[in-house]
């Protein structure tokens, strides 16, 4: 279903909204009524995990980085691992077949426009069409793109290229870099005997010895490349306890909640529940009998969600990922916007939130 604003010519003020058949249809019949149908929201979750991937190349001269440099732990063995970076919770709202409503029109009331989302949930009423504002987007932010990879033979001096054996071109090498150092504090502390006629060409200089001795010490350090990527998992909210999202993996990253392969990573979710909302008194009393004799609840106005809150709790061994409140609409009530609020006397302006079902805001304009 398309986006779109639709007059209603009494609907608000008619006051009956009915539950209704699960397909969102637009300006129907049902029976001997015409009006809208609309949804209400249900809350997803969405953990949203960072995990990089870092493979590690070993250097040509990393056997001698102890020898030369007094560089300890470097490893010569190529490696590719895993970490995970942070994990983010977030909600996001799909329609709630269960909770759909009809809005009946009648003649001789106010004209409100009502505007629902592509998949028929509320958004606003007598507000200007919103055209894709509400719309989020899909694409991700860009990753920062890696440093250009220097050749550090390209920086290496004749009598390097030259020496008859491996561990000879190390020695050199080093030697290389320490001459590097020594420049760069010459120029520093300003005993250089080219020093730079100003501080933009001293830090182009710096820059530039910084460059190659980055790259000649990757030759004993090696080099390791970093890859981040985000995974989304999405699950409906209900009370639980420590019950696995996903898992984890050193060697494979994040993996499926039953792909042993991973260490688990736990959700605990608890109801915090919502204040009470329900009007007392001559409203509690509303009943509508049904053709069975039975009295059933008939709400008035335009129905809209109260959302819960939920304490979110993420772990992964002794370490807590995340915990904190969300708003959860399953945890929460249905409300209706009084009739009266769309009389002939006034419009009454209204913003929902399309995650949660919620109020967003009211106004209301005296005509």
């Known amino acids: 279903m398309k986006k779109s604003i639709f007059l209603l010519s009494s609907a608000l003020c008619a006051g009956l909204c009915t539950q209704a058949q699960t397909e ?59 970490t995970l970076d942070k994990v983010e919770i977030r909600t996001t709202g799909v329609p709630d077949k269960d909770k759909v409503y009809f809005v009946k029109l009648k003649d001789k009331t106010t004209a409100p426009l009502m505007e629902l989302t592509e998949d028929g949930i509320v958004r606003s009423i007598n507000m200007p069409f919103s055209g894709d504002k509400g719309k989020k987007s899909q694409r991700e932010s860009n990753a920062s793109r890696p440093a250009r990879d220097v050749d550090p033979r390209s920086f290496m001096t004749e009598e390097i290229l030259m020496a008859s054996s491996r561990a000879k071109m190390a020695e050199l090498t080093a030697k290389e870099i320490f001459n590097i150092r020594e420049s760069k504090n010459a120029l520093i502390r300003g005993e250089a005997d080219n020093m ?89 009393s509303k009943k509508k009998k049904t053709k069975k004799g039975k009295d059933e609840e008939l709400p008035e106005g335009v ?65």
């Open 24 to 82: 969102v249809t637009v300006g129907v019949m049902q029976g001997k009524d015409y009006g809208v149908t609309y949804m209400l929201p249900q809350t997803e979750i969405e953990i949203v995990a960072h995990a990089t991937r870092h493979t590690y190349t070993p250097g040509e001269f990393c056997r001698y980085a102890e020898r030369y440099l007094r560089l300890t732990d470097v490893s010569d063995e190529a490696k590719v691992y895993w």
């Open 303 to 367: 129905v809209y969600n109260v959302p819960g809150r939920a304490q979110v709790v993420i772990t992964y061994g002794k370490q807590t990922l995340f915990n904190g409140e969300i708003p959860v609409t399953q945890f929460g009530t249905q409300e209706c916007l009084a009739p009266v609020l769309f009389n002939k006397k006034a419009t009454t302006k209204v913003v929902f939130d399309t995650t949660t079902g919620g109020l967003i805001k009211i106004d209301r304009e005296e005509d």
């Open 196 to 284: 730079p006629t100003d501080g933009q060409q001293l830090k182009l200089m710096l820059d530039n010895l910084n460059v190659q001795e980055n790259a000649m010490t990757a030759l004993f350090t090696g080099k390791e490349e970093k890859e981040s990527s985000t995974f989304i998992v999405r699950l409906t909210p209900k009370e639980m306890n420590e019950e696995v999202a996903f898992r984890f993996s050193q060697k494979l990253g994040l993996t499926d909640k039953d792909d042993l392969a991973g260490n688990p990573i736990y959700i605990s979710i608890s109801n915090l529940g919502t204040p009470t909302l329900t009007p007392t008194g001559e409203e509690e």
